[in-house]
């Protein structure tokens, strides 16, 4: 555990010692500043409908880029011949980068509030669908940074790492948009399999343990597979 926190505290520091979380945040929430200004302002519309609409799909290139240097670029620069030297093992070096990216995405979901408390000034406000809707992004969110993170374990060529991420996030974030075209057997698993049908139900208001399973299940086995690949590649 002392290993995970330290790696977390390093990590977390190199974000915020630097600009990229800064640009990161600030580049987030102008995007989707953007809809949910339109959607009030033009639109008229008062909810945070839009917001849990634009905020997943953010994550799809917002999240790459968060993890696209964790392993990718200790490779590159020599570092993590000298981390993997250290008694540390390598799935605390994982969970402690990992960790730090998802303080970093927490960062850039909290100043969204001002668009819940904004809204709840105005009006009535659907409390539970907000507080799920948060939580659902948290945990989709979570589950984008962990299969980043394997992304980056796979090559230290940071884009090569960013495109692979994406490829894969973008197919399970496309799983429940292409159903029509599916037999009708397949329908269910590949529903469960899509992240935003689970992100759907979530932010309903109606929190299931399926779901929470599936972002969990997906966390773990995302960040083991990182683990396994640090550890194949050391024996080289």
């Given amino acids: 555990m002392q ?22 945040i600030i580049v987030f929430l102008l995007f989707t500043g953007w809809f949910f200004t339109t959607n009030f302002f033009l639109v008229g519309q008062a909810d945070m409908r ?11 290139f917002f999240t790459p880029a968060i993890t696209m240097r964790l392993i990718s ?16 093992s390598d799935s605390s070096i994982i969970i402690g980068k990992y960790l ?55 090559t230290e060529n940071q884009v090569i790492a960013f495109i ?3 490829l894969i996030m973008f197919a399970f974030y496309m799983m429940d948009k292409i159903l029509y ?5 397949l329908v269910s698993f590949v529903e469960y399999m899509a992240i935003e049908y689970h992100f759907n139900n979530i932010s309903r208001g109606v929190i299931d343990s ?9 966390i773990a086995l995302s960040l083991f597979l990182a ?10």
Avoid: C
């Fill in 210 to 218: 399926r779901d929470l399973l599936y972002y969990l299940s997906m």
């Fill in 181 to 185: 075209y599916l037999p009708t057997s």
């Fill in 100 to 154: 730090a990216s998802v303080v970093l995405l927490t960062a850039m979901v909290i100043p969204t509030l001002v668009y819940a408390i904004t809204i709840a000034s105005l009006g009535d406000m659907d409390f539970g669908s907000t507080i799920g809707g948060y939580l659902g992004l948290v945990l989709m969110g979570s589950a984008f940074l962990a299969i980043g993170t394997l992304g980056s374990s796979l």
């Fill in 164 to 166: 692979i991420s994406w």
């Fill in 73 to 88: 670029e200790e490779r590159k620069t020599g570092t993590m011949e000298l981390l993997v030297t250290m008694p540390i």
């Fill in 50 to 60: 839009v917001v849990f609409q634009i905020i997943p799909l953010a994550f799809l």
């Fill in 3 to 24: 290993n995970i926190l330290t790696i977390f505290k390093h990590e977390l520091r190199s974000y915020f010692d630097s600009p990229i979380a800064y640009v990161v």
């Fill in 227 to 236: 683990a396994r690949m640090m550890a194949a590649r050391r024996l080289r």
